[in-house]
């Protein structure tokens, strides 16, 4: 117990008389030292360390080799105090930098108690040493490594069997490395083995290891490959510290030939066979054993157009005969070859397509690009799925009736078009016509179907708004600024648009930044969610000019995976709430949509405008005029805004809303004719701006 001295002195002020000192002795509270320390090997890395606690402590410090570690933190084991030291951990850290726990050295440690209340610590116990557990013995190399290069993935894939027998810590800590060394000349030489990954324990694929090395080497065509089974000396140990490990031999080798290129075919009909032939690029230790052709009726090789085993010729051979062709009629076969070792393929040539005949067009279709009071633009496609050297294509178009001959144009001649399956043309509006491709090659003529087209179309222009997030969506390229549609919207150069032709049938795309094209066109709208899919434009009913639209339309997106795939209701469908979309015709020929349609969840409303604003008249006295507008479909409110432009110096670029008018007289809120309301109380000198809006709550 340690004892400590206190003397109190009395001092009488004023006085200055001594009056004496009083001195005793304290005790004050002393720790014993931990007591039974221990120190076990856990792994070749690690240790337990342990000791029976102080009474009163409530932190201890442990020294290891004599350098310390303040208020380390125990768990309670067995009614003793136990930690594990682990190399790399947060324990001794800067020591573990210089010194690590390595397999088969020994330490020691020491431990002292301490009270972090009343500052008492105890003597440092006695040492305990003890030696780290050695590595497991060096393991047995892979066996039957693999590789196979996955085309679709973009990636080389590894597989191979472990090789018994291993430790019991294996499945733990235990792992693989992956030597790989490139070739720039097709195997011919290669660069020195570098490790390049470690895939974890649990990476099995039906008890197979594996492992995808995907980043290429630049300039590289041919690799090899080497797999190393790695032993880590269990808990705490580095698998990237060559102490801590015991690494076998490297398997043997897996080599990915150089892939053969200039891959060509051509095609004989007496006797029937396609002819292939290509390069071979591997040399030396990647020189393959075999080639292997894949054929297909596809160009994406599925799997149901594909023959289910490739065509195999030897080694050096760079020609193949396929006599196992249709022997009438024309068929396009698609081909791509590989290289392989006893252990590896390398990629896919890049395929080539041949066909034992002319391929004729097919899928013609004719869609407008623009429409004046005279003449009517069109786009005309068509669809080929192989275009043999040396072919010619020609539109020919004629007015239908009477089966006069078809006038051509050749493709890729004057105004036809620069690519294969697209032309341009020009028709006088009203007229029908009929349209066909023909292909020609060498002699040989076949021909696309033969398809109408009815050149008496009206162009819709105009915006729709929708407020779930798409904005504006435009209905042509040349739309103009309206007070329905943004502010500033300069006509695009990429022609586009709805139209409607003689028979109520609504065609072509509108577009929005947001979710790409919303095609009016038939062939989109056939999967429509229920009734009539097709667009229509009804017959305008007595004393109305505006007809009914009904049917559907679909965003189709941007051509790249972007949009939403929705489709929108033209007319209201069971369950829906009550809507109505119109269309007329405006004063300058073209045609406009005017009330909503239902765009679902995703779209929500979409808005095509609401009542057409028709006059506003001042009337005598200067203070009230008369606004006169027209209903295209009925509504639940009418609202007229007044904006007010004041011509004051302060306020000539200013525009602010001064008054809405809330109208729900009946006869004003109906589709029909012109309707009236006089605004009144308005500022002599003022200039204002009107706008109708209303309001349709289904």
């Known amino acids: 117990m340690r004892k400590h001295v206190i003397t109190l002195v009395l001092v009488l002020s004023g006085v200055g008389v001594f009056l004496g000192a009083l001195s005793f002795i304290a005790e004050a509270q002393t720790l014993g030292t931990p007591g039974n320390l221990a120190a076990i090997p856990v792994s070749s890395c690690a240790f337990k360390v342990s000791w029976v606690p102080a009474e009163g402590a409530d932190a201890y410090d442990v020294e290891r080799n004599r350098i310390a570690e303040v208020n380390i933190a125990t768990a309670d084991e067995g009614g003793g105090k136990v930690f ?66 996955n085309q679709a993935a973009g990636r080389i894939e590894l597989q191979w069997d472990m090789n018994a027998p291993i430790s019991n810590l294996f499945q733990a800590y235990g792992g693989f490395e992956i030597w790989r060394a490139a070739s720039t000349n097709g195997g011919n030489s290669f660069g020195p083995l570098a490790r390049i990954g470690r895939p974890p324990s649990s990476q099995r694929n039906n008890e197979k290891f594996f492992y995808y090395d995907v980043e290429d080497v630049t300039g590289a065509n041919a690799y090899r490959y080497v797999v190393k089974t790695q032993e880590t000396g269990g808990e705490g140990c580095n698998p990237l510290r060559a102490a801590h490990v015991a690494v076998s031999d490297g398997s043997s080798a897996a080599v990915v030939p150089s892939a053969p290129d200039k891959l060509t075919v051509d095609f004989s009909d007496k006797p029937r066979k396609i002819t292939l032939n290509w390069r071979d690029n591997s040399k030396g230790e990647a020189n ?95 669809k080929v799925d192989l275009v ?27 105004n036809c078009g620069t690519a294969v399956n697209a032309c341009r043309d020009l028709l006088v509006r009203g007229e029908n016509y009929e349209y066909r491709i023909r292909a020609s090659r060498g002699g040989t003529e076949v021909y696309s179907e033969t398809i109408p087209f009815n050149a008496n179309l009206t162009a819709v222009k105009g915006w729709v708004w929708s407020g779930n997030g798409l904005g504006w969506i435009r209905l042509s390229n ?212 009107f706008f109708v809006r209303g309001e349709l709550k289904p």
């Open 84 to 149: 594990t030291d682990e190399d790399g951990d947060a324990l001794w850290s800067a020591e573990d930098a210089r010194d690590h726990i390595d397999p088969g050295e020994s330490y020691s440690y020491r431990v002292r108690a301490k009270n972090t209340v009343t500052g008492a610590q105890s003597e440092w116990s006695s040492e305990a040493s003890a030696t780290a557990l050695a590595l497991p013995p060096k393991p047995e190399s892979p066996k039957n490594v693999a590789v196979v290069f």
């Open 388 to 414: 043999l050297s040396g072919t010619e294509f020609w539109m020919g178009r004629r007015v239908a009736g009477g089966n006069p001959a078809f006038t051509e144009k050749k493709v890729n001649e004057g």
């Open 478 to 689: 040349d739309s103009a600024n309206s007070s329905w549609g943004p502010a500033k919207a300069p006509a695009e150069s990429v022609p586009y648009g709805i139209y409607l032709d003689g028979a109520g049938t609504l065609a072509g795309y509108a577009w929005s930044p947001y979710a790409g094209w919303l095609s009016f066109n038939k062939g989109d709208l056939a999967q429509c969610p229920s009734g009539a899919c097709e667009a229509k434009v009804a017959a305008a009913d007595a004393g109305q000019r505006f007809r009914t639209v009904t049917g559907w339309a679909k965003f189709m997106g941007d051509g790249k995976g972007n949009g939403l795939g929705q489709f929108v209701s033209l007319s209201p469908k069971s369950g829906e709430p009550s809507y109505k979309l119109v269309y007329a015709t405006t004063t300058d020929g073209a045609g406009e949509f005017r009330g909503f349609a239902w765009g679902g969840d995703t779209a929500g409303w979409l808005s095509f405008g609401g009542p057409i604003l028709k006059d506003v008249r001042p009337l005598p006295g200067g203070t009230s005029v008369e606004v006169e507008w027209e209903n295209p479909i009925s509504y639940k409110k009418i609202f007229i805004e007044r904006q007010e432009k004041t011509l004051t110096a302060d306020y000539a670029d200013k525009l602010k809303y001064r008054s809405r008018l809330d109208i729900f007289q009946g006869n004003l809120l109906l589709q029909g004719s012109n309707k009236t309301a006089v605004i009144t109380g308005l500022d002599p000198d003022t200039e204002y701006a």
């Open 288 to 382: 393959e054993v075999r080639f292997e052709i894949l054929r297909s009726k596809s160009e994406s090789f599925s799997a149901d157009n594909t023959l289910s085993a490739p065509y195999v010729v030897g080694a050096g051979v760079t020609r193949y005969e396929d006599g196992a062709v249709e022997q009438g009629g024309t068929q396009i076969y698609w081909y791509k070859a590989r290289g392989c070792t006893e252990t590896a393929c390398s990629a896919y040539s890049a395929p080539v397509a041949a066909s034992t005949g002319l391929p004729a067009p097919y899928g013609l279709k004719v869609s407008p690009s623009f429409t004046d009071p005279t003449t009517v633009g069109v786009n005309v496609f068509w």
